[in-house]
T-cell receptor, first 116, second 109 residues
Framework: DTGVSQDPRHKITKRGQNVTFRCDPISEHNRLYWYRQTLGQGPEFLTYFQNEAQLEKSRLLSDRFSAERPKGSFSTLEIQRTEQGDSAMYLC??????????????FGPGTRLTVL | QKEVEQDPGPLSVPEGAIVSLNCTYSNSAFQYFMWYRQYSRKGPELLMY????GNKEDGRFTAQVDKSSKYISLFIRDSQPSDSATYLC?????????FGAGTTVTVRA
């Protein structure tokens, strides 16, 4: 049973560049979430998918951010025209509805983004 | 005011001591409560999950929920140096988790 995986683990980019992160959820988990965590804070919700449908986006998710889950399996999070304030750990989590612990989200290792 | 308040610590205890962590919350809609452990530069790892008031025990860990006071706790018995990490409380009413800021714990050998 493999857990949630994320790629890349680290990304260093220059301000103004575009970056894309990938998340592979636990197999058969139909919900997938993106969170952002800055130093000394807990993760903050960005968006979530049920299967391929994006059902909610936080107001934290500016127009420069876009997320997709085209086939209801892996997901990508793209940040366009990166800013230094985008530097953070981007976490992906997944869960399975219909189980007793449907709200139990399992997290991946995260992608640490540094914008220079 | 944040929805979930958690004392960031840091907390330092000797090996074998009981670690006591807690969070308060303001949103009455929260009905699922979790504790995650996070090592430096890693993703959060689920420790405990509960949805009812009362105690839930799993090995050395005990989670306590008091919905009337909007207060949750995590106790770690017989703490070990490997328990040194940041502990995050999390809660939800539907699907998205609201986290506390995390408490950094160091268990001294």
């Amino acid at each position: 049973d493999t857990g949630v995986s994320q790629d890349p683990r680290h990304k260093i980019t220059k301000r103004g560049q575009n970056v894309t992160f990938r998340c592979d959820p636990i197999s058969e988990h139909n919900r997938l979430y993106w969170y952002r965590q800055t130093l000394g804070q807990g993760p903050e919700f960005l968006t979530y998918f049920q299967n391929e449908a994006q059902l909610e986006k936080s107001r934290l998710l500016s127009d420069r951010f876009s997320a997709e889950r085209p086939k209801g399996s892996f997901s990508t999070l793209e940040i366009q025209r990166t800013e230094q304030g985008d530097s953070a750990m981007y976490l992906c989590a997944s869960s399975h509805t219909g189980s007793l612990d449907a709200d139990t989200q399992y997290f991946g290792p995260g992608t640490r983004l540094t914008v220079l | 005011q944040k929805e979930v308040e958690q004392d960031p610590g840091p907390l330092s205890v000797p090996e074998g001591a009981i670690v006591s962590l807690n969070c308060t919350y303001s949103n009455s809609a929260f009905q699922y409560f979790m504790w995650y452990r996070q090592y430096s530069r890693k993703g959060p790892e689920l420790l405990m999950y509960t949805y009812s008031s009362g105690n839930k025990e799993d090995g050395r860990f005990t989670a306590q929920v008091d919905k009337s006071s909007k207060y949750i706790s995590l106790f770690i018995r017989d703490s070990q140096p490997s328990d040194s990490a940041t502990y995050l409380c999390a809660m939800s009413g539907d699907y998205k988790l609201s986290f506390g800021a995390g408490t950094t714990v160091t268990v001294r050998a």
